[in-house]
């Protein structure tokens, strides 16, 4: 028995010696990498275009992540728009040159001065026209609420929101269908609710899917963050 415990200690001994006691720093090497949102709203006229950098999880995060040096030029077939930067890396085109119009191509150029390049492309859906429910109609609350709408052109998938007046309700469906029953509206009170329809490229669906999944969507060569589009159709309506 004894020799059986001396054996055993020099095993632990070695054992002990054989592992390499200082701590391995693992490898936190990392080059901070161009992120760049666009999203093109017909409705609204809006384009937002932002362009950041992107940092470690164990880095000062900045509050302000822009890059306000950057190149910014959207291109149609007939003509090239420049976007000046605005703060926080947001631009603008500040003359309103760009007019969005469905069935319009669109390309985004970015451009750095240290050589960085970004680019990518979308197509702007035709807004859908919700049928279900009737714009003011009466509608019943604590149902399930079914929303239909007439096919857009060019849209890859449908993007559908309700909220309600006071924006303390919201619940959202995504389909390719051209009808959703929003279930959750088991929930709702009576009241003032907004329903919104969204046609969207592909490129902004799968970024918004992505947040399920935690994969993210790349459809911009050279950069993180997406370039699309959406069309929409919106109405109100009363709950009771």
Sequence with gaps: MKKISILFLFILIAFLFSCDKSPQQPDMSYESELYVFGLLMLNEQEKIIRVEETYKVDEYFPENRGIANASVVIHTDSLSVIFDHLANGEYTDRGGDLFLK?????????????????????????????TVPKSHASIKARSPLQVSWKASDQAFQYLVHVSNDARTFNISSRTDSTSVSMFPFLFANQGIYYIKVNASDRNYYEYVSSYDSREASVNIDGALGVFGAVAGDAISVFAN
């Excluded at 069935?103 to 859908?128: C, F, I, K, N």
């Design 102 to 130: 469905a069935g319009e191509r669109y390309s985004l150029s970015v451009s750095l001065p240290d050589g960085r390049q970004a680019w990518a492309t979308t197509l702007m859906p035709h807004p859908p026209e919700i």
